[in-house]
């Protein structure tokens, strides 16, 4: 069972994508390190008849890391808590939290980089003793009381795990890191995911859609999604490249898996910039988009696509990304 604290996904949106989620560790395609480890952990703490050691999940957004914590806490047979870092603002959101698990539960703490770190150091006794140590009063009077808490997995995920403090980060028993995915994992993700819409796709169309995914799975289904409502209004029975192009033109998707804003980034640094180097603060002002969603979303792909280099004067754009664009 899930609990969910915080943001703002609908229920319907809740369900397609919980529709198109592996159902165990069997259906996850890809990052087999990861997933081994996890499977690994899990069977011995069921094994052990205790609760899972906590785990922190790191990498860019949407390759699976709310996926492998449903699978976990399913796999535990245990409840799976759901918040949002930024969501927890106060200390006694985070203790109403923790203070409400039972034995064994799972608690999911994404973007767990972004919670204020006199909210995190709650988690420190949490995590280590099972217990919270609240400080009642100020000055000569204060004092600490403890309270108890039930055995629990705390799985953190993060898009950026150089931002943690220390002493979270130690309290972690396994750090495992999510990479991009290899277009023929994401070729076969797209392949059971067209099955769930009832769709079918030639292998030409399956292909195309995974080599302009930019390695991950959310891209890919939300590509699939398009494609198929091309096919339900066209009522074509088998989709194939036209189809394809059809939804990747909606979605401004080019040849490199580059949405709009990608390009945006790129043109913004060659016509403004000269092709750097430029600080993320100035891009960012540029561009009139945050620097985190930059640094989050948009950046770790063009990086790994060799389009633009990080100095330690700025972000430098490539030879490449400059006759991308041209």
Not at 160 to 181: I, K, M, Q, V, W
Not at 268 to 274: F, H, L, Q, R, T
Request: net charge neutral; aromatic share 4%; hydrophobic share 40%.
């Amino acid at each position: 069972m899930e609990r969910v604290v915080g943001g703002d996904v609908t229920p319907s949106e809740r369900e397609q994508e919980a529709q198109l989620r592996p159902q165990n560790f069997s259906e996850f395609i890809g990052q087999n390190k990861v997933v081994d480890n996890i499977d690994l952990m899990v069977k011995s703490a069921i094994v052990r008849k205790t609760a899972m050691d906590h785990v922190l999940l790191s990498g860019p957004p949407g390759l699976g890391k709310t996926s492998l914590a449903m699978l976990i806490a399913k796999a535990l047979g245990s409840e799976l808590h759901v918040v949002s870092g930024p969501a927890i603002e106060k200390k006694g959101d985070l203790a109403a939290v923790l203070t409400n698990l039972k034995s064994r539960d799972v608690l999911f703490i994404d973007e767990i980089h972004r919670m204020h770190i006199s909210v995190e150091e709650i988690l420190y006794s949490a995590m280590e003793d099972f217990r919270l140590d609240i400080l009642i009063g100020q000055g000569a009077s204060a004092r600490t009381m403890q309270i108890d808490l039930m055995p629990f997995t705390l799985i953190g995920a993060t898009t950026r795990s150089g931002l943690l403090s220390n002493p979270l980060r130690d309290r972690f028993t396994a750090h495992l890191n999510f990479d991009f995915y290899d277009p023929d994992k994401i070729a076969i993700i797209i392949q059971n995911n067209s099955r769930k819409m009832a769709i079918t796709l030639n292998s030409e169309s399956k292909n195309e859609i995974a080599k302009r995914s930019r390695g991950t799975p959310r891209i890919a289904n939300r590509i699939l999604r398009r494609v198929r409502d091309f096919a339900l209004v066209n009522m074509v029975p088998t989709v194939g490249m036209k189809e394809v192009e059809a939804a990747l033109s909606l979605l401004d998707i080019d040849h490199l898996g580059l949405d709009s804003m990608d390009r945006k980034i790129l043109t913004v640094m060659k016509n403004y910039y000269s092709g750097g180097p430029v600080g993320i603060e100035a891009l960012s002002a540029t561009l009139g988009e945050d620097k985190q969603t930059i640094e989050e979303v948009y950046e770790p792909y063009l990086l790994k696509q060799g389009l633009i280099l990080r100095t330690p004067r700025g972000r430098v754009l490539s030879d490449v990304a400059s006759t991308h664009i041209s």
